[in-house]
């Protein structure tokens, strides 16, 4: 069986660690509670930033900086509708921009252009197109035009639950089904697509959140891995960092995820899809089954 | 001794002078003046509509010129007629010939006429946006850095991601010109196809806070960066642009500017510090209107002979209309909540706190 590689490492952490100041990076927010992760599928569109809850509160620049735009939902001129709602752009060294969104109308506080880390920008809120209260927070690397995972820059924060690997299916013909260990599946050109997320670890019910990456490996070889550290326009479309994968060539039109592509040729098989998190949770899902002629 | 010029020469002088003026009379242009036609209380009419919804108010077949004023947005004619009148849900996208009252959440819009009747509906992810004419649907995807385009039975035309989160928009004609944060430009075709990208110009920080595209595609402007800010203004050559006036600027906006070209693309007109900037890029030309506190609406009356501008300083309003590089024809303050500045039959509609006013400029 031949598994082509589709999917490339994006840019690491690492590599965007280096590029900003010395003194890092704090959370804007005092309450961490991510409720919306960097890559997601966010209604035909890749999340490009983090969505964080924990009910109103003051928003604070993460690094010293210069104001570089600001809109407060509301005023009396805007050239385009702003799903973003009320939202202030600051820009720090080494080239990077923050971008907080959805602030609470009126919250921005009196114009001024520089920022110190920790000073007040605003108080998250709902406006824009938001139906809850919360801030999304995006990063902008002006060198490469790429959004930023946050979390690949913010420091961690605790999380021991693992991501879920709720099921594996095979896409053939555009028909889905189980692969299960044990199945007998036909020859031919296959898609490995997969139910998987990851859970919010401060609530009882079901709130799946984005992964931070997935890896396929058929017959102890890597055939795709996606890892969301970047999102980058190429062509006209936002994509994966350093890839060509947009939002239909990560995940299908249910939000399930689009594992990789590869050739079923008759024999016995030996698949594992690992799922990770930000934290460095993973989970990992190993199927055997057979192709049959 | 003092010599003394005869009275003769005196008296010749003052008949050559008089015969002078009446061969060669200098004409006397006629006086214009600004004139109030009529005033439609829009907000008693919304406080009779006892639903709160929207309500149509005439069937008649008039043209329909578009306004909003605070949450409540309608159509009027010329003559004064209060052809259509509701309450944004959220807000409105408004054209000359239909709109879309779309809630804050929600990704299924309806196009209504002037009347209020449905004519196409479609679906989305963001907000939508029309023309002045409302023959091109957008819609501005709500993380602001994809563009869509649909047609009138709601198929998707065309779609674009862009490399940086959208500042601002001008959507004239065929043409479409986005600014970007990261203080790029792209103008786009019918087809959403870049005709041009690139930066206007190179500041400390890059960044789009106005762009500006002509009916007819042939300039597009921009105001862009922080140290320096500056206005750029280029020109069509052929294929591509290349720019035609550059005008550093005091002004160190950190937010969206206004600004546009006249419908017949002859003057641009930008938010300055002091007033209005005014250009004339065929010819290089640059003025300033002074008004008094930051620009709240403009607009471009009798096929773009004269311009109009409202300034708010406060809890006032000035309403400055000048002859474009001639002079400034009025100036009126006055106290002003809401305020709305467009134009009903190529001339002044004014909306303020709750009243619609038609204002002609005529001669005398």
């Not at chain 1, 809120?125 to 938001?130: E, I, Q």
């Not at chain 1, 902008?140 to 099921?167: C, G, H, K, M, W």
Request: proline share 5%; glycine share 12%; charged share 20%.
């Amino acid at each position: 069986m031949t598994t082509p590689r589709r999917c490339l490492l994006g840019v690491s952490a690492l590599l965007l660690a280096a590029a900003l100041p010395v003194h890092g990076l704090d959370w804007p927010v005092e309450k961490k509670t991510v409720i919306g992760t960097f890559g997601e599928d966010s209604g035909g569109r890749f999340f490009d930033g983090l969505d964080i809850g924990g009910g109103p509160q003051d928003v604070r620049a993460v690094l010293p900086g210069d104001l570089v735009f600001l809109y407060d939902e509301g005023e009396d001129y805007s050239s385009l509708p702003r799903g973003l709602g009320s939202f202030v752009v600051l820009h720090h060294e080494g080239k990077i921009e923050t971008i907080s969104c959805n602030l609470k109308k009126g919250s921005l506080g009196s114009p001024r252009t520089a920022y110190a880390a920790g000073d007040k920008i605003g108080v998250s809120g709902d406006t824009g197109s938001s139906d809850s209260i919360h801030l999304h927070f995006s990063l902008y690397d002006e060198e490469t035009a790429s959004f930023l995972n946050p979390l690949s820059l913010l420091p961690p924060v605790a999380d021991t639950q693992p991501p879920v690997i709720r099921r594996i299916l095979l896409s053939v013909s555009d028909i889905l089904v189980p692969l299960e260990n044990g199945a007998k599946v036909p020859a031919g050109q296959a898609e490995i697509i997969a139910e998987a997320y990851d859970l919010r670890q401060d609530v009882r019910f079901h709130w799946p959140l984005g992964l931070y990456g997935i890896r396929l490996d058929v017959d102890g070889k890597e055939a795709a891995r996606i890892v969301f550290d970047s999102l980058q326009v190429a062509g006209g479309r936002l994509a994966v960092g350093g890839t060509r994968l947009t939002l239909s060539g990560v995940y299908t039109a249910d939000g399930l995820l689009r594992c990789g592509a590869v050739e079923m040729r008759q024999g016995n098989h030996h698949l594992i899809l690992s799922a990770r998190d930000f934290a460095g949770n993973e989970t990992t899902k190993e199927i055997s089954f057979t192709v049959r002629d | 001794m003092k010599k003394r010029r005869p009275a003769s020469i005196f008296l010749t002088s003052v008949l050559l002078m008089v015969l002078y003026f009446a061969l060669f009379p200098y004409p006397l242009g006629k006086e214009l003046v600004a004139k109030p036609v009529w005033a439609v209380d829009v907000s008693s009419a919304a406080s009779n509509n006892a639903g709160g919804g929207e309500a149509s108010m005439s069937s008649a077949p008039q043209e329909a010129f578009p306004f909003r004023l605070g949450d409540l947005f309608g159509y009027v004619a010329a003559d004064g007629t209060l052809l259509h009148l509701g309450h944004t849900l959220f807000q409105v996208a408004l054209s000359r010939t239909g709109y879309i009252n779309y809630a804050r959440m929600g990704t299924d819009w309806i196009i209504r006429d002037p009347r209020g009747q449905r004519t196409a509906s479609f679906s989305g992810n963001g907000y939508p946006l029309l023309d002045a004419d409302g023959s091109r649907v957008l819609v501005v995807s709500s993380d602001l850095t994809g563009l869509a385009e649909v047609d009138r039975n709601g198929d998707a035309a065309w779609s674009r991601d862009f490399p940086a989160i959208m500042t601002s928009l001008s959507l004239q004609g065929d043409f479409l010109l986005v600014g970007l944060l990261n203080g790029s430009l792209q103008l786009l075709n019918r087809n959403g196809v870049p005709v041009y990208q690139g930066p206007p110009g190179s500041s400390r920080i890059p960044v789009i806070y106005g762009c500006a595209v002509t009916q007819d595609g042939s300039f597009i402007a921009s105001i862009s960066g922080i140290g320096p800010q500056v206005l750029s203004v280029l020109g069509r050559n052929g294929s591509s642009y290349a720019g035609t006036l550059r005008i550093p600027l005091s002004a160190d906006y950190r937010r969206e500017v206004r600004m546009g070209f006249s419908p017949d693309s002859r003057y641009l007109y930008y938010e300055s510090r002091d007033g209005v900037g005014m250009v004339e890029p065929r010819e290089g030309w640059s003025t300033l209107v002074q008004l008094p506190g930051r620009v709240a609406g403009s607009a471009f009356l009798h096929d773009s002979r004269f311009a109009a501008f409202a300034a708010r300083d406060g809890g006032r309003v000035t309403l400055t209309i000048v002859l474009p590089f001639l002079e400034t024809l009025s100036s009126e303050s006055f106290p002003a909540g809401s305020l709305f500045l467009g134009t009903v039959d190529g001339q002044t509609l004014l909306g303020v706190d709750g009243r619609l006013l038609r204002v002609d400029i005529e001669a005398l």
